[in-house]
């Protein structure tokens, strides 16, 4: 079965601290990757797109890693701001014929002032 | 570039009824994909209109359906509520068919069941 796991669930630290999310998957023939952000009761917020050929892609305080043997891929959060503060999903397209996204629970990241 | 719209923001039913949500687009997207997401089971796929054609169901009851329309504007309707629907109904928009561009979601439907 095609899944893909976050760990931890949630995460506290201080402002200004470098961190990384996880996320892990069962099938290492993915299409692509992309990672979400999620506020209290909204839509998902697109952060960066990794494309199976890529190994990384950045967009400002983000950069996310893709490792396609081990199955991971890492979300970094240099010098988190409060405004950080939010639900971190990771999704893959695992290819095939269902061609849909396959969601991660999610990270549950605060960020103490 | 206005983003992916969603209407109506909120819903309340009641057990039996049945609801249309609408979801519109960004301009040029031609597919709409339609998730369900609930505090227990995360974001769950439901399906995937691209031109006019469903491509892709998840595994939900024949009581979700949906269509997409020639403007790539797309409805899901639920019949036959049942509490567990209760949930945040996503749609999200894509250059190409499948998951294979980049995913641009809407502020959702939130759905309550009585």
């Known amino acids: 079965k095609q899944e893909v796991t976050q760990i931890p669930a949630a995460l506290s630290v201080p402002e200004g601290e470098n961190l990384v999310l996880n996320c892990s998957f069962t099938?290492?023939?993915?299409?692509?990757l992309q990672w979400f952000r999620q506020d209290p009761g909204k839509g998902l917020t697109s952060l960066l797109l990794?494309?199976?050929?890529?190994r990384e892609q950045t967009s400002g305080r983000l950069n996310a890693s893709l490792d396609k043997s081990s199955g991971r891929s890492t979300l970094y959060i240099a010098a988190s701001q409060p405004g950080d503060s939010a639900t971190y999903l990771c999704?893959?397209?695992?290819?095939?014929?269902?061609?849909?996204?396959?969601f991660g629970k999610g990270t549950k990241l605060s960020v103490k002032p | 570039k206005a983003g992916v719209t969603q209407t109506p923001r909120y819903l309340i039913k009641t057990r039996g009824q049945q609801v249309t949500l609408s979801c519109s687009p960004i301009?040029?997207?031609?597919?709409v994909s339609w998730y369900q997401q609930t505090p227990g089971q995360g974001l769950q796929f439901l399906f995937e209109?691209?031109?006019?054609?469903?491509?892709n169901k998840g595994n939900f009851p024949g009581r979700f359906s949906g269509r997409q329309f020639s403007n790539s504007r797309s409805e899901m309707n639920v019949s036959t509520l049942e509490l567990g629907d209760s949930a945040l109904y996503l749609c999200?928009?894509?250059?190409?068919?499948?998951?294979?561009?980049?995913?641009?979601f809407g502020p959702g439907t939130r759905l309550t069941v009585l």
């Open positions: 990794i494309q199976s050929s890529q």
């Open positions: 999200a928009s894509s250059l190409v068919a499948g998951g294979r561009g980049e995913q641009f």
């Open positions: 209109y691209f031109s006019e054609t469903q491509r």
């Open positions: 301009s040029g997207h031609r597919s």
């Open positions: 099938d290492s023939a993915i299409y692509n």
């Open positions: 999704a893959v397209d695992y290819g095939g014929s269902q061609g849909n996204l396959i």
